[in-house]
Structure formats: structure tokens, C-alpha cells
């Protein structure tokens, strides 16, 4: 296949052009995603940070906390340092590095604990993400809220810097990785033509893409199984008449089952797939705070409701959102708001 993703059609030159200048010489290169890292988080550090260090540069990726188990057999993730395991030396490589690349979020506060040492930093910010309202921190950016991953974002920065040449088959593993992930394999219309265009080049060049769904949606601990059959027979509210449905689960109800980074991923979409259900939420305790997933179908913002009444953000049809108030309240404000939702959602048909 021809060199035909040299360029995607939402990265402009300028913006590679400023990379390419801060690039331009040997850095110390702190890589960071947002807290919670999902598929698109992990696959975007891992592949940032693998081009950078084959580019000459000392480059390092930092995660807030954990990934999910299921990513676990990532190329590179054992070189990932965990900020709340190692908190002294993550700060110090954030506190003394030349750039960072912020990776699939636009706000210091989607990195949680480690946002302050971000703030902090002296180096200069380079951002690569596809989320909406990004905060203005940074001296350079490919950020394109239309497209569907930062990690198909991302495979068109690391070519326009690199060259195809410079996408290895493990950086294709990682950023194929977020792809699938952040589209629901593929199926979210923010997926286009060129999103499969870059699958085709990746494939051709040597990427094989069944074992990593195998890895993702094949096999899965037993405890997790149990808890999103508990969380579906136990903490499923549906509320036909709202158009809506509703999953929680308590720090106990996780407790029970063993819960582990990543076991409730995907529930949010479980709810979201009932017949007649256009808007669903997925409440989690855990922690100093009750986390929210919001999803939605059509025309019904997510990330407008997720701004207006809990101040989280995201996608048009998927947000998230966090507070530190009880999870008998966040529920309570949630049941009280369906109205309006279906209100929305009436007007919208």
C-alpha cells in the first residue's frame, strides 16, 4: 500500500509543523493520559512514547492509575510508571521534563491526583485529543473533536513526523487498540472512511487485529463475569416512560466480587442497548468520589446533560462526569431529572 495516510484530513500542516519544531532535538519527554485509562489512553501513551524513544528522544509514560487487566499484554505497558504507586518519582520526571504530551484529554483535572504536578510542570505542553472544550495549556495541539479516537488522530502525527516507516507493528497493536475500543469496534458513527483507511494500512503492514479483540472481548475473570451479571439483575433501573435506564453499583457491591480496574466496562452500553432505551447511566462509588458514565443515542446530548448538572464533559453521545457527593444523592438527582430527559428526547424525535 502506498504512503496514502501521510496525512488525515483534520490534521492541518501547521500543526505538525509545530510539533516537529519542539521535536527538533533530543527532550526529556514525560507521555500522560487521563485518570481511569481506558484502551485509547493506553494505546496512545504506549504508541507516543515507543516513536519518541526510536526518535532519540528520553521519553517516559505516566498514567494516573492503573489500566484495565485486559490491557495488560500491551507492548511496552510493563514500562508505564503508575502515579499512585510511585507518586515521588512521577512527579519528579513530570516536575523535570523539556515537553508532555497530553494524550486523549484536553483538562488537567481528568489526570485527578496528578493534575497539580501537571499544572506545576515547567516543560511545554503538546496535546493530541478528540474530546470537546479543551482548556488552553498547551504550546502546540492536533485536537479534532470530530474524530473518532485520538489514537486514529495520533497514527496520522506519528506518520506526518515519522513517515509510515516509523509505525511499528507493536505501535499499530496499540493505536488499533484505542480505535476499536473508543468506536465500539468500529460501529459509532463518528467512524469514517478514513478511520478504516488507516485499519487497511495497519493490517497490510502487519498488524494482526484478532487477537486483540481476543485479548479485549474474549476471555474474562469469573469475579467480573459475576459482578456485571449482579450489576444487571440488582442495579438496573429502566424507566421506559423516560426513554432512560440506570445502573449503580456501592463500593461494597464491588468489594464482593473483587473488582479489579476495568471489570465495569462497557455496562453503561449494556443499558444503552434495551429496546426503547435512548439515554443511560452507570453510576460507580468508589474512592473519594461516584463516578458517572453517560450514554446516548441520536440527536440527545450526553455531554450536555454531564456539563449541565454534574460539570463532566466529552462526547456528543458519550460523557462522563464525577462528584463527591453520596451515591444516594447523585441517584436521587438522577431519577428527579428523567423528565426532563424525556422531554429532550420527545422534542428531538
Known sequence: MQNTISMHPLVQDSDLANFKALLSSPQRIVVTSHRSPDGDAVGCALAMCAFLVAE???????????????????????????????????????????????????????????????RAAA??????????????????????????????????????????????????????????????????PSVTPTTHRIVADMIESGLQHAPIHEHIHGEAPL???????????????????????????????MDRFNHRPGYTEGLVNQALGIQGIHFAVFVKEGGDRVKMSFRSIG??????????????????????????ESIEVVLAKLRGLLPEVAEQLSALA
Not at 158 to 186: E, H, K, N, W
Not at 300 to 318: D, L
Request: with cysteine; hydrophobic share 45%.
Open 223 to 253: 469475579d467480573r463475569l459475576r459482578l456485571n451479571a449482579f450489576a444487571l439483575n440488582e442495579r438496573l433501573e429502566v424507566f421506559p416512560q423516560f426513554g432512560s435506564a440506570l445502573i449503580h453499583l456501592t463500593a461494597a457491591d
Open 299 to 324: 440527536e440527545f446530548s450526553a455531554r450536555a446533560f454531564a456539563e449541565t448538572h454534574f460539570n463532566g464533559g466529552g462526547h456528543h453521545n458519550a460523557a462522563g462526569g464525577a462528584t463527591k
Open 56 to 118: 532519540g528522544h528520553d521519553a517516559v509514560a505516566i498514567l494516573p492509575d492503573a489500566p484495565d487487566e485486559a490491557l495488560a499484554w500491551m507492548p511496552g505497558v510493563e514500562g508505564i510508571v503508575i502515579f499512585k504507586d510511585e507518586t515521588e518519582r512521577a512527579s519528579a520526571l513530570i516536575a523535570n521534563a523539556d515537553l508532555l504530551f497530553a494524550l486523549d484529554y484536553n483538562r488537567f483535572e481528568r489526570l485527578g491526583p496528578m493534575a497539580d504536578p501537571a
Open 123 to 188: 516543560g511545554k505542553w503538546l496535546l493530541v485529543d478528540h474530546h470537546e472544550g479543551p482548556d488552553n495549556f498547551q504550546v502546540a495541539q492536533v485536537h479534532a473533536a470530530a474524530c473518532s479516537s485520538t489514537a486514529e488522530l495520533l497514527y496520522a502525527v506519528i506518520v506526518g513526523l515519522g513517515g509510515r516507516d516509523a509505525v511499528t507493528v507493536d505501535m499499530s497493536a496499540c493505536l488499533y487498540t484505542g480505535m476499536m475500543t473508543d468506536t465500539g469496534s468500529f460501529r459509532f
